[in-house]
């Protein structure tokens, strides 16, 4: 059990649309990772959040968003999905930022 | 981000050790060297980390060269269930934690 719970396991979806990724650490863990795993691109660190706030980005689009809220479940949004998102979108957590990290079980993203 | 060159694959026989080399020539004085590992349909799996000295945990080994320009993960067993991609990482303490996945080594294990 990696205590990281990822919803949903797999979304279809369309060009154009917008999608949340939700991910819940375990209770306590501050530090929340957001990773793409793309066949092309293979595994790429988008953003992290510590606490509520951002610490880290990485490869994000501007199309893409994040957050953590007070309970510290963060989301990912993605927005005028492109064919090339399709990926898979996994959260990763870890108490205090350095840490090792543990990820969840992924969000398969797939758009049609 | 320093980068860490691992071969593509790796075959191993089921029950005996596999070393997976990792090279780091530009790893810098407080990079510490993660290892993970990717299993088919889940998510990446934290193996081991060390700084300078060895380092054993119940999962496999690590063998740092004395000079850190390059590491061995170490398996002292392989199973069929250790098949999966084995990254080496280089992690910098200051830079929020993030993870800088190359393509790392593809391992099989034949029974």
């Known amino acids: 059990d990696s205590g990281v719970t990822q919803t949903p396991k797999h979304l279809i979806t369309a060009t154009g649309q917008r999608v949340t990724l939700r991910c819940s650490p375990r209770s306590g863990d501050l530090s929340v990772y957001w990773y793409q795993q793309s066949l092309d691109q293979g595994l790429q660190f988008l953003i992290q959040y510590y606490n509520g706030e951002e610490r880290a980005k990485g490869n994000i689009l501007e199309r893409f968003s994040a957050q953590q809220f007070p309970d510290l479940h963060s989301e990912l949004n993605l927005s005028s999905l492109e064919l090339g998102d399709s990926a898979l979108y996994f959260c990763?957590?870890?108490?205090?930022?350095?840490?090792?990290?543990?990820f969840g079980d992924g969000t398969r993203l797939s758009i049609l | 981000d320093a980068k860490t060159t691992q071969p593509n694959s790796m075959e191993s026989n089921e029950e005996e050790p596999v070393h997976l080399p990792c090279n780091h020539s530009?790893?810098?004085?407080?990079?510490?060297i993660h290892w993970y590992r990717q299993l088919p349909s889940q998510g990446p799996e934290y193996v081991i980390h060390g700084l300078t000295s060895n380092v054993n945990n119940r999962m496999a080994s690590l063998a740092i060269a004395e000079d850190r320009k390059s590491s061995t993960l170490i398996l002292h067993r392989a199973t069929l269930r250790d098949a999966a991609v084995y990254y080496c990482?280089?992690?910098?303490?200051?830079?929020?934690?993030?993870?800088?996945f190359g393509q790392g080594t593809e391992l099989s294990v034949k029974p």
């Open positions: 530009t790893i810098s004085g407080t990079d510490y």
């Open positions: 990482i280089l992690r910098e303490d200051n830079q929020g934690g993030k993870l800088i």
């Open positions: 990763a957590r870890t108490p205090e930022g350095n840490q090792p990290q543990h």
